[in-house]
C-alpha cells in the first residue's frame, strides 16, 4: 500500500512546543505537510511562557528538511488564536489541517476547586479550540476543504477524581466536534476528537513509569495523522488511542421504556431496569436519528 503524504497541505499544531503537539508537528512535517508549530511555551498548568518549546520543534523539523513556523501565541485569546492561523497565511498561503492540541491541568478535588481553576482549563482547552478552529473556519469553508482533530480524554468522557475542570473541557470538545462535522459536511470539512493516553509531562506522574516507552506519544499520533489526511471519510467520531490501540468511542441510547398519557413517579421506579437497559442500543448520527424513538413512541 501507498504511503500517506501530505505534500501541499499546510497544518496548524496547538501546544506542539512538547509532548503529543510535538509529535504531530513532526510526523505531518515528516511527510511533506507545512507546519504552524504554536505554543505558548508554559508550565503544566499554563503559568509562564517562553517562545523556546516552539522554536526548538521548528528547528528539528527543518533539521530533518521539513517546513515549519513557529508561533508562540495564547489559543485562549481571540487575538492568539487569530494570530496562529495569521502565521499559516503569511508563512503558507492557507491551512487545511487544524490539530486543537494545547492543553493545561489545575486538578484539584471539587470540593476545593476554584472558579479560576475552573475558568482557567476550559479557557485553554474548550474555548481556544472554538477560537483557533473558528479563525480558521472560514478559510476553510472558502476552499471547500479541511480537517480538524480535537483532543479530548477519557477523564472527559467517563470522569475523573480531581478534575471537574478538565472533564468538562473535555467532554465539551465532543459537542464541538459534532457539530463542527454536521456544519462542515457540505464544504468537505471533516472533524474528529481523539482522546489519548500517553506518557508526557502532564502524566508522567499519573500513569506507571514502566509504561513510559509502551505508551509514548508515537502509538497516539498515527491515529491524528490519518484523521487528517484527505483519504480519511470519518467526521464526528471520537476515538481512544493509546500504546497502540485504537477504540472508536460511541455515544450510545438504550432501548428505553415508554408509555402513553399520564408518567408517574411510580411509573419510573417501576420501570427503573428496563430504562436502564443498555441493549440493543443505537448510535445516533444526529439529533433527527436520536429522536427517532421519540417519534416511534408518540405515534404508536
Ligand atoms: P504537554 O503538557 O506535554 O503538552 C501541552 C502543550 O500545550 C505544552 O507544550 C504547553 O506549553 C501547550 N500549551 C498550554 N497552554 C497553551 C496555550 N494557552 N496556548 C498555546 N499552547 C499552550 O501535554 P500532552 O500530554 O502532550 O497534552 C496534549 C493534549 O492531549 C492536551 O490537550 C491534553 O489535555 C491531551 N491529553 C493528554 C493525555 C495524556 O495521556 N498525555 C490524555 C488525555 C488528553
Known sequence: MSELRYEGRVAIVTGAGHGLGRQHALELAGRGAKVV??????????????AGPAQDVVEEIKKNGGEAVANPDNVATVEGAQAIVQTALDAFGKIDIVVNNAGILRDRSFKNMTPEEFDGVIAVHLRGSFLVASAAWAHLR?????????????????????QANY????????????????????????????????????TEDLLPAANADALGVDKVTPLVAYLVHESNE????VYTVGGGRVARILVAEGPGWGKKGDLSVEDIRDNWEAINAAEPHTVPANVGEQMGPLIQHLGS
Not at 476528537?193 to 506518557?199: G, H, M
Not at 470519518?234 to 467520531?237: H, K, T, V, W
Open 37 to 50: 508549530v504554536n505554543d505558548l511555551g508554559g508550565d503544566r498548568s499554563g503559568a509562564g511562557a517562553s
Open 142 to 162: 472558502e476552499q471547500g476543504y479541511g480537517r480538524i482533530v480535537n483532543t479530548s480524554s477519557p477523564a472527559g468522557l467517563f470522569g475523573n477524581f480531581g
Open 167 to 202: 472533564s468538562t473541557a473535555k467532554m465539551g470538545l465532543v459537542g464541538f466536534t459534532k457539530t463542527l462535522a454536521h456544519e462542515g459536511r457540505k464544504y468537505g470539512i471533516k472533524a474528529n476528537a481523539i482522546a489519548p493516553v500517553a506518557w508526557t509531562r502532564m
Open 234 to 237: 470519518a467526521s464526528g467520531e
